[in-house]
């Protein structure tokens, strides 16, 4: 099979919200997404960027996608964070999983971070399997923490 790996254009945003609608589904969250293709678009290729994304591509389809922005590390410095590393279920096992991470880890490497983060479900056995042979630690004694739109409402009215 031969692919591509390359940066995400503003024109992809479409297949990419597809791949995540797809992951959402995976995660057994369907109704998680609320981004657009437009947000996308806004917020990966305009004035203030907000993440980075690279494509896999066999032909002209989009099967694989790794999306990360910048992070600081109080402890470590500058970080980044894979939000995403996304391929297709029908590609899965093809390589473009472990292509994808190769150029994430590069870009990390290249832009001098000192960490790489990102989370995994704790029942995505396969997905950690992955990437504990690629090398990375899966922190099984830390949880995540999340406020949501509705929380930070919530709080914000509680200010007052």
């Known amino acids: 099979m031969e692919y591509v790996i390359r940066d995400a254009r503003k024109e992809d945003m479409a297949q990419v919200l597809a791949l995540v609608q797809e992951l959402a589904h995976f995660e057994k969250e369907p109704d998680a997404v609320v981004i657009s293709k437009e947000d996308l678009e806004r917020d990966g290729f305009g004035e203030q960027k907000q993440f980075h994304c690279f494509v896999a ?9 790794a999306l990360v922005y ?26 473009l999983g472990t292509a994808l991470l190769d150029k994430v880890i590069t870009y990390g490497h290249d832009l001098g971070v000192r960490r790489i983060q990102w989370e ?8 950690i399997e ?18 949501d739109e509705q929380g930070i409402k919530n709080y914000m009215e509680s200010l007052n």
């Open 120 to 127: 995994v479900l704790d029942w995505n056995d396969p997905a």
């Open 57 to 65: 591509e066999v032909g002209e389809e989009i099967v694989g996608i």
């Open 70 to 95: 910048p992070r600081y590390s109080t402890w470590k410095g500058p970080a980044i964070h894979l939000e995403d590393l996304i391929v297709a279920e029908r590609m899965r096992g093809s390589g």
């Open 130 to 147: 992955f990437y504990e042979k690629k090398g990375a630690k899966v922190l099984r004694d830390w949880d995540v923490v999340q406020m």
